[in-house]
């Protein structure tokens, strides 16, 4: 294994993972196997490396936030596939590697011996995973971009008030949840090869992931032969769900059952509610919720968006406020759910999942670029 100051733990100890990704779907999703003690070998091309490198503002000490926030754990090797020498060393990686994970166009590994045919030929073991954006037939040549899928899945015209233009969300949603699908297939392929000896090819695409991300949106159409549209911050089947003025300001509330709707209108001082018909169940409270809207606004309008945080809070009724990222940092950090490792003095999200017998460790920042090259050379040459 390639020589490291702090050596990994965890289950996915040992096993070699050659990261030919680049971008958000799978440098997440390699950072999440990373972060489980696999060794990831980063394979970067000249003359910047990953994309991510360069996407700035903002930096830390000049290198891209963006690029710090997906890359803990990582081993760096910059090799130029056109040319021999580098290209048969990254041959060579994927002849040693337990995983291989590709983003490049579907067919572009090609020229390369890189395919999963080749690879394979010479490490029948190997989980070759492959992400593209629409898959690999109809949807090959078109470029895999996040803002792209969430405008073609559907996902844009769900976004935004009832009257205005169609939104983005405001992160690479659909690019996280393909690289966590990835690392599931990843590691179920790998439970299939330690019982089987069989490698295989998994793939994914970041049109799928949303579609299927989309959950009960595309199950409106799917199984109501309903289109959803925009509905601002509101629930298409439940109110509330939104975020509701205050004396002061906003503060979401969350009423999804009767227990709970009733714990609101209670706290709220509106009792008298539960007798009204109109507001008996989910769906009468759904077809009625522009009669019960300013119901609840006129207490509502009080007393501060805290005071109703710290009143509803105690009743049992999920509220919240709208917090800007440091506030949910600082949230979580008080809730004693310590969201900030530091490997190498560099900040970033804790993996979000705990084990209690094999936790993620954090033993590598973000690699600089190429950083590891005559250490992976020495290890493919040994």
Request: hydrophobic content about 45%; glycine content about 10%; aromatic content about 6%.
């Amino acid at each position: 294994m390639i020589d490291d100051a702090t050596p990994a733990t965890g289950p996915l100890a040992g096993v070699v993972v050659a990261d030919f990704s680049r971008v958000l779907a799978g440098p997440y999703a390699t950072m999440m196997l990373a972060d489980l003690g696999a060794t990831v070998i980063k394979v970067e091309g000249p003359p910047t490396g990953d994309d991510t490198r360069i996407w700035t503002p903002p930096t830390r000490d000049g290198v891209a936030t963006y690029y710090l926030s997906i890359n803990r754990n990582k081993h760096s090797i910059l090799l130029d596939l056109a040319d021999p020498d580098d290209l048969a060393v990254a041959q060579r990686l994927a002849a040693r590697a337990d995983v291989m994970i590709e983003n490049f166009k579907p067919g572009g590994l090609v020229r390369f011996g890189l395919d999963y045919a080749r690879v394979a030929a010479a490490n029948p073991a190997v989980v070759y995973c492959s992400i593209s954006g629409f898959g690999p037939a109809g949807g090959a040549a078109l470029p895999g971009y996040d803002l792209l899928v969430q405008a073609t899945s559907g996902l844009m015209s769900l976004t935004g008030e009832p009257d205005g233009p169609p939104l983005r969300a405001g992160v690479a949603v659909f690019d996280v949840i393909t690289g966590l699908h990835a690392a599931v297939a990843i590691l179920a392929a790998l439970h299939h090869r330690d019982r089987t000896g069989e490698g295989q090819l998994v793939e994914t695409n970041l049109l799928s992931a949303a579609l299927s991300g989309l959950v009960n949106q595309t199950s409106a159409y799917l199984a109501g032969g309903v289109v959803p549209g925009r509905l601002g911050n509101a629930h298409l089947s439940l109110f509330p769900y939104e975020p509701l003025p205050t004396g002061d300001g906003d503060l979401i509330i969350i009423a999804a059952n009767d227990g709970q709707f009733r714990k609101l209108v209670t706290a709220l001082g509106v009792s008298e509610l539960l007798d009204d018909p109109r507001f008996g169940s989910m769906a009468e409270r759904n077809a009625h919720r522009d009669a019960l809207r300013p119901l609840l606004l006129a207490p509502l309008a009080t007393r501060s968006a805290q005071e109703w945080f710290e009143v509803l809070s105690a009743a049992g009724v999920p509220c919240g406020p709208i917090n800007t990222v440091d506030q949910g940092l600082e949230l979580a950090a008080k809730l004693g759910l310590e969201p900030v490792v530091e490997p190498g003095g560099v900040p970033s999200v804790r993996n979000p999942v705990t084990y209690s017998a094999t936790p993620p460790s954090y033993r590598r920042p973000p690699p600089a670029l190429g950083a590891d090259g005559d250490a992976v050379r020495a290890w493919l040459a040994g």
